[in-house]
């Protein structure tokens, strides 16, 4: 158990310790939104290079080419995670800014109506996003850092969390 996390247990084990998927039969079927995002950051002469072209390389539009990545990821986060369950995904949104001078900051807000949320997948979409970007920028430099990669905010179920990131988004 974390520190400050007193009465809490991991939800992914079973009674005999080993994993499991969470069973949400019994949960009430509300709608859910979590906002998550990944950092993309640059060295200097990359960034600038990047920000003469637009954000065009020869591979093609990154942040177009980035959105739909992600949202690919966000629609198959239960293909990836082992104990996610597959979600019928109502929206999901991609946002692709600069942040200073040398860093991308990607943002995933996804929606669904469930009995789970959606935390799962605006994380992958947003970190997949990212891996996109690095992908088609790799060649102008491997010193690319990606994260850090955080949950913003989700509303739905039992606990809200970062309800700016949600009023924002959501």
Do not use: N
Not at 12 to 29: E, L, T, Y
């Amino acid at each position: 158990m974390m520190a400050g996390q007193r009465g809490k247990e991991l939800t992914h084990i079973d009674r005999a310790g080993r994993p499991a998927m969470v069973d949400v039969s019994d949960k009430v079927v509300t709608p859910r939104v979590a906002v998550a995002e990944c950092r993309v950051r640059f060295p200097a002469a990359v960034a600038a290079q990047l920000r003469a072209s637009g954000l065009k390389s020869a591979k093609g539009g990154i942040v177009e080419t980035a959105i739909v990545a992600g949202t690919m990821a966000a629609k198959r986060t239960h293909e990836l995670i082992p104990f996610c369950h597959p979600l019928p995904i109502d929206g999901c949104r991609i946002a692709i800014r600069w942040h200073g001078e040398r860093e991308l900051r990607i943002e995933c807000m996804v929606k669904a109506t469930h009995r789970t949320g959606v935390e799962m997948e605006a994380l992958t979409g947003a970190m997949v996003a990212a891996l996109t970007v690095y992908d088609m920028c790799k060649a102008l430099s491997h010193a690319i850092v990606l994260g850090p990669a955080k949950l913003l905010g989700k509303r739905g179920g039992k606990h809200d969390f970062g309800a700016d990131a949600i009023g924002k988004a959501g």
